[in-house]
C-alpha cells in the first residue's frame, strides 16, 4: 500500500518557480505563501500530500476503473484505460471533506503519454463519478451526477482540442475556454463579431481576456462580460480604443504553450476555491476564474482525477499523476 508522505519528504517543483510566488490571488497572498504557510502552521491549516511511494494506491483512495487499472510505480499513480472506446480509469480521495468555505485548494503534477485519442479530468468532484467522467462532454458540457465539480478537462472528442475549465452546482455548467486565437469579422465600443465562431458556446468565455492586434493599430484589450456563438459583449469596453473590423484577436490569459498538454510533458495543475469562486492556475499562472461555482461554500468535495480513450482499438489514455498536495483552513471561513 502506498504510504501519504509529508512535505518534508518532497517540495513540489512549482513553487520554486517565480511564476507561482507571483500568482496573486485575490487576497493578495501568492500561493507559495500560502502553500508553505500551510505547512508551518498546521493549527490552523489541514493538509494532505501524497507521493504515490509504494507499489498500490492508498486505501483510502476510490478507485474507477472500466477494464482500466489505476496503480503506483515509480512514484506515480498511473491511470492506465485500456484502448477500447470510452473506457476509463481514475480516483477519487475517499470523504468529501474538502469545501470552499475553508478556502480548499488542490494541485497535482501530472503528463499524459497519448494525446490524439484521450479525454482527462483534474479537480474536484462532490460524488464517486459515474462512467463517463464528471462531465459527458465538453463542447456543451452535460454532468453525469448533480453534485458540485470543478475541473480542468481536456476532451479529444471536442471541437477545441485545449484545457477547458469547468463548475457545476445543480444548476447550468459554467465553462472557460483558455485560449482562442481568430480574426474578427466586426467590432463596436463594447463588442467584438466573429461569425464563424460556431465553436463558439453561449457564455463559455465570461470573464476572460480578449486582446486585439491590426496593422497600424495599437493593442486593444478588454475582459468579457458574456457572449453569444457569434458576438463577445466586453465589461467597459475596449482600452486604446476600438481594433479595426478584421482583427486577429486572442482569448485567455493562459500562454497558447499551456493550453495543449503535450505527450510526456509534466506541468503542474492548481485549483483553489475561495468561499464559492473557483480559481485556475497552470504552473502557476492564473489562467481563469469562475464565479459561483459551488453551490454552498459547505459543500463537501473530494479531488478526482480520471483518465478515458476515445477511439475504438486505438490506444489506451494513460495520465501518470506526480504528486497530489491538498491543503484548506481548519475552520470555515466568512
Known amino acids: 500500500m502506498a504510504n501519504v508522505t509529508t512535505l518534508t519528504r518532497k517540495v513540489p517543483r512549482n ?52 477494464a482500466g487499472a489505476t496503480t503506483c510505480a515509480t512514484s506515480l499513480a498511473i491511470l492506465n484505460s485500456t484502448a477500447a472506446d470510452n473506457k476509463y480509469a481514475g480516483f477519487t480521495g475517499g470523504d468529501l471533506s474538502w469545501m470552499g468555505g ?11 503519454t497519448y494525446i490524439t485519442k484521450t479525454k482527462l479530468e483534474i479537480g474536484f468532484t462532490g460524488v464517486v463519478a459515474g462512467n463517463a467522467g464528471c462531465v459527458n462532454a465538453l463542447d456543451n458540457p452535460t454532468w453525469t ?4 465539480s470543478v475541473l480542468f478537462c481536456f476532451d479529444a472528442d471536442a471541437t477545441n482540442d485545449i484545457w477547458q475549465v469547468l463548475a457545476y452546482n445543480s444548476a447550468a455548467p459554467k465553462k472557460r475556454q483558455l485560449y482562442l486565437t481568430r480574426t474578427s469579422t466586426a ?3 463594447t463588442t467584438l463579431t466573429d461569425t464563424s465562431a460556431s465553436s463558439w458556446i453561449a457564455n463559455s468565455l465570461a470573464g476572460q481576456k480578449i486582446t486585439c492586434t491590426s496593422t497600424g493599430y495599437e493593442e486593444s484589450v478588454g475582459v468579457i462580460a458574456s457572449n453569444t456563438t457569434t458576438v463577445a459583449t466586453l465589461a467597459g469596453g475596449w482600452s486604446n480604443g476600438t481594433p479595426a473590423t478584421a482583427s486577429t484577436y486572442v482569448i485567455g490569459n493562459a500562454p497558447a504553450t499551456l493550453t495543449v498538454p503535450v505527450a510526456s510533458q ?27 461555482a459551488v453551490s454552498a461554500t459547505t459543500a463537501g468535495l473530494a479531488p478526482w482525477l480520471f483518465a478515458q480513450a476515445r477511439g475504438a482499438g486505438d490506444q489506451a489514455a ?4 506526480d504528486y497530489l498536495w491538498m491543503i484548506q483552513s481548519r475552520e470555515v471561513t466568512a
Not at 25 to 48: M, T
Not at 50 to 65: E, I, Q, R
Not at 102 to 112: D, E, F, I, L, Y
Not at 145 to 148: I, L, P, Q, V, W
Request: with cysteine; glycine share 2%; hydrophobic share 45%.
Open 15 to 66: 513553487t520554486y518557480f517565480r511564476t507561482t510566488a507571483a500568482a496573486l490571488p485575490p487576497h493578495g497572498k501568492s500561493l507559495f505563501d500560502q502553500l508553505i504557510a500551510a505547512e508551518v502552521n498546521r493549527d490552523l491549516y489541514q493538509s494532505h500530500f501524497d507521493d504515490f511511494v509504494g507499489d498500490s494506491l492508498h486505501d483510502m483512495y476510490t478507485a474507477k476503473n472500466d
Open 145 to 148: 451526477a448533480a453534485e458540485d
Open 266 to 292: 509534466y506541468n503542474t495543475y492548481t485549483i483553489k476555491i475561495e468561499q464559492n469562486v473557483a480559481l485556475f492556475y497552470i504552473n502557476g499562472i492564473q489562467v481563469a476564474t469562475i464565479p459561483a
Open 318 to 321: 494513460i495520465l501518470n499523476v
Open 102 to 112: 475553508k478556502n480548499c485548494m488542490m494541485q497535482v503534477r501530472a503528463a499524459t
Open 187 to 189: 467590432t463596436a465600443a
